[in-house]
């Protein structure tokens, strides 16, 4: 099948926050030095920022280096953040603890990533930068000297048997010199690439929180603009890593979320159910009554840190942002590390521009250990490692690093990978949570609706299976099942077989409700399943998360 081919100069995988930057600074730095450089990026939501998801808590340090002038601009970073709270919670209490400094958000704002995202992707449209939303990168190219040449769009129009179907349109491949990977967390591309020229030899295991968030329209007497507000504690057991936020905006918006790492070892534990029963917390539950839920979205995030980076340059490309794993997790913050990360990237693509026979972009890495980011994530490395021994201990060795050690200490501490931490189920496992009563918690499937999730029905299903058989013989067996719970979309059900012996069952995966967060190619124990890119356009369709 012949594909139609198009020409860049620069191709940009992904519109979110480091994508659009490395697309933007290609351009300006281009200008300032006369050269004519072609950019385009590719997003696979149906518009810009329509699959973005974060707190969001941003520190505009990098965006000051991107657009010293962003406020003229108008970049809506309208809320300043005026309180810092940090709160440790029981079954019914909660007590307030000393900030850490590392959580001193002084200067920096409560936004809308999504709304920031569709701001820089206006501006990336006035350089004259080609965006297309809705067509999803579906294969890496390369040229006959192993360089990657590009990367083709997935095809539309197959039929779920993977037949052409009336509506078939083949996949448009994108050339150019340098392609930049701008997926966000867990690249499907990017983990292709990672594999395919050896990037994470000698670094440790990438690992994973997964992030649960709903935005809430509150009654105007409870909602105090710039307030953040972080938990530790209930209802999360002292062996599971995560916590909540609480983030006031504008207009009567409180943006609540729920993290919990990928590494516990409760086969019974369900993240999405965790966040419904922190919401009846009695210091919680009052800020919500009497408010609307207006929106809901869930996505993995990076936890690995300095000691989990990969090598970031491969001939013909890069990676940038949470494709490469730029999270401060001790901040819970990552747009600023991601944006400068693809600043230095684009730098290096303009200096090397013009050369011959390209080589690797090796000035991106090694101007980026220069830079304050290479700096704040070297000092974090030991903060997130220091809670697989429990909340207790990790919060201990946080305040030695920290206070004595300021990030120096003569060590660093080893990751895992998440998917292998599963401990085999036991009865006396199982979570007893509570049914949702539809005013402040709620079940997967409305959560979903309001994310405005959507997939063309008939088409290969995205969520692949190695093997057919794991799911009932070894993850049904062994671990009663964790995709179940896992996902926070329900996605996955074991369902009785038809016809078949009483209590034979077998794996349902619903593709349509997807949200894109990651959680099942990072957790499955058996790593089973693969998550591949759907049609341009799938998935969830945030307005504002």
């Given at each position: 099948?012949?594909?139609?081919?198009?020409?860049?100069?620069v191709?940009?995988?992904?519109?979110?926050?480091?994508?659009?930057?490395?697309?933007?600074?290609?351009?300006?730095?281009?200008?300032?030095?006369?050269?004519?450089?072609?950019?385009?990026?590719l997003?696979?939501?149906?518009?810009?920022?329509?699959?973005?998801?974060?707190?969001?808590?941003i520190?505009?340090?990098?965006?000051?280096?991107?657009?010293?002038?962003?406020?003229?601009k108008g970049?809506?970073l309208?809320?300043?953040?005026?309180?810092?709270?940090?709160?440790?919670?029981?079954?019914?209490?909660a007590?307030k603890?000393?900030?850490?400094?590392?959580?001193?958000?002084?200067?920096?704002?409560?936004?809308s990533?999504?709304?920031?995202?569709?701001?820089?992707?206006?501006?990336?449209?006035?350089?004259?930068?080609?965006?297309?939303p809705?067509?999803?990168?579906?294969?890496?190219?390369?040229?006959e000297?192993?360089?990657?040449?590009?990367?083709a769009?997935?095809?539309?129009?197959?039929?779920?048997?993977?037949?052409?179907?009336?509506?078939?349109?083949?996949?448009?491949?994108?050339?150019?010199t340098?392609?930049?990977?701008?997926?966000?967390?867990r690249g499907?591309?990017?983990?292709?690439?990672?594999?395919?020229?050896?990037?994470?030899?000698?670094?440790?295991?990438?690992?994973?929180?997964?992030?649960?968030?709903?935005?809430?329209?509150v009654?105007?007497?409870?909602?105090?603009?710039?307030?953040?507000?972080?938990?530790?504690g209930?209802?999360?057991?002292?062996?599971?890593?995560?916590?909540?936020?609480?983030y006031?905006?504008?207009?009567?918006?409180?943006?609540?979320?729920?993290?919990?790492?990928?590494?516990?070892?409760?086969?019974?534990?369900?993240?999405?159910?965790?966040?419904q029963?922190?919401?009846?917390?009695?210091?919680?539950?009052?800020?919500?009554?009497?408010?609307?839920r207006?929106?809901?979205g869930?996505?993995?995030l990076?936890?690995?840190?300095?000691?989990?980076i990969?090598?970031?340059?491969?001939?013909?490309?890069?990676?940038?942002?949470?494709?490469?794993?730029?999270m401060?997790?001790?901040?819970?913050?990552?747009?600023?590390?991601?944006?400068?990360?693809?600043?230095?990237?684009?730098?290096?693509?303009?200096?090397?521009?013009?050369?011959?026979?390209?080589?690797?972009?090796?000035?991106?890495?090694?101007?980026?250990?220069?830079?304050?980011?290479?700096?704040?994530?070297?000092?974090a490395?030991n903060?997130?490692?220091?809670?697989?021994?429990?909340?207790?201990?990790?919060?201990?060795?946080?305040?030695?690093?920290?206070?004595?050690?300021?990030?120096?200490?003569?060590?660093?501490?080893?990751?895992?990978?998440?998917?292998?931490?599963?401990?085999?189920?036991?009865?006396?496992?199982?979570?007893?949570?509570?049914?949702?009563?539809?005013?402040?918690?709620?079940?997967?499937l409305?959560?979903?609706?309001?994310?405005?999730?959507?997939h063309?029905?008939?088409?290969?299903?995205?969520?692949?299976?190695?093997?057919?058989?794991?799911?009932?013989?070894?993850?049904?067996?062994?671990?009663?099942?964790?995709?179940?719970?896992?996902?926070?979309?329900?996605?996955?059900?074991?369902?009785?077989v038809?016809?078949?012996?009483?209590?034979?069952?077998?794996l349902?995966?619903?593709?349509?409700?997807?949200?894109?967060?990651k959680?099942?190619?990072?957790?499955?124990?058996?790593?089973?399943?693969?998550?591949?890119?759907?049609?341009?356009?799938?998935?969830?369709?945030?307005?504002?998360?």
């Amino acid at each position: 099948m012949e594909r139609e081919s198009m020409e860049f100069d620069v191709v940009v995988v992904g519109g979110g926050p480091a994508g659009l930057t490395a697309a933007i600074r290609v351009k300006q730095q281009a200008q300032a030095a006369g050269k004519d450089i072609s950019v385009c990026v590719l997003e696979k939501g149906s518009e810009i920022g329509a699959h973005i998801l974060s707190g969001a808590v941003i520190d505009p340090i990098a965006l000051n280096e991107l657009f010293p002038d962003w406020q003229e601009k108008g970049a809506p970073l309208n809320t300043p953040v005026t309180d810092d709270q940090f709160v440790f919670l029981t079954e019914k209490g909660a007590y307030k603890l000393p900030t850490p400094p590392q959580m001193h958000n002084e200067g920096n704002y409560v936004i809308s990533l999504g709304e920031l995202t569709r701001w820089l992707g206006e501006q990336a449209e006035a350089l004259e930068i080609e965006v297309f939303p809705g067509f999803a990168a579906a294969e890496v190219l390369f040229h006959e000297d192993g360089r990657v040449k590009g990367v083709a769009t997935g095809d539309m129009g197959r039929t779920a048997g993977g037949e052409q179907g009336p509506n078939f349109e083949p996949g448009v491949e994108l050339h150019a010199t340098y392609t930049v990977f701008a997926e966000g967390c867990r690249g499907s591309l990017s983990q292709q690439l990672m594999e395919h020229f050896n990037l994470r030899d000698g670094v440790q295991p990438q690992t994973y929180g997964i992030g649960i968030k709903e935005l809430w329209e509150v009654q105007p007497d409870k909602h105090k603009p710039g307030t953040v507000v972080h938990t530790v504690g209930w209802p999360l057991t002292s062996d599971v890593y995560g916590g909540s936020f609480l983030y006031h905006l504008g207009e009567n918006l409180v943006a609540v979320g729920f993290i919990v790492g990928l590494d516990y070892t409760n086969p019974y534990l369900s993240p999405f159910d965790e966040m419904q029963r922190f919401k009846t917390h009695p210091k919680i539950r009052p800020i919500f009554e009497g408010g609307r839920r207006v929106a809901y979205g869930a996505r993995a995030l990076n936890e690995g840190g300095f000691q989990s980076i990969p090598k970031l340059v491969f001939p013909g490309g890069a990676l940038v942002g949470a494709s490469a794993g730029f999270m401060n997790v001790p901040r819970i913050k990552g747009s600023h590390t991601a944006m400068k990360s693809a600043i230095e990237c684009a730098d290096a693509i303009v200096q090397n521009w013009g050369v011959d026979a390209p080589a690797e972009l090796n000035a991106y890495p090694e101007s980026l250990k220069k830079s304050w980011l290479w700096s704040e994530l070297y000092k974090a490395r030991n903060i997130r490692p220091s809670f697989h021994k429990g909340l207790w201990l990790g919060i201990a060795y946080s305040a030695l690093d920290t206070y004595l050690f300021r990030g120096r200490a003569p060590w660093t501490f080893q990751n895992h990978s998440d998917h292998d931490q599963l401990q085999r189920a036991q009865k006396p496992m199982q979570i007893d949570y509570p049914k949702p009563d539809g005013e402040i918690t709620f079940d997967k499937l409305s959560s979903v609706f309001i994310s405005n999730t959507n997939h063309e029905e008939d088409q290969p299903c995205h969520l692949t299976l190695k093997d057919p058989d794991v799911p009932v013989n070894t993850n049904l067996v062994l671990y009663d099942g964790p995709e179940q719970r896992f996902c926070p979309a329900g996605v996955y059900e074991f369902v009785d077989v038809e016809g078949g012996p009483e209590g034979e069952k077998r794996l349902q995966i619903n593709a349509q409700n997807c949200v894109h967060c990651k959680t099942c190619d990072i957790k499955d124990p058996t790593q089973n399943i693969v998550w591949v890119t759907p049609e341009g356009a799938g998935g969830p369709n945030y307005p504002n998360m």
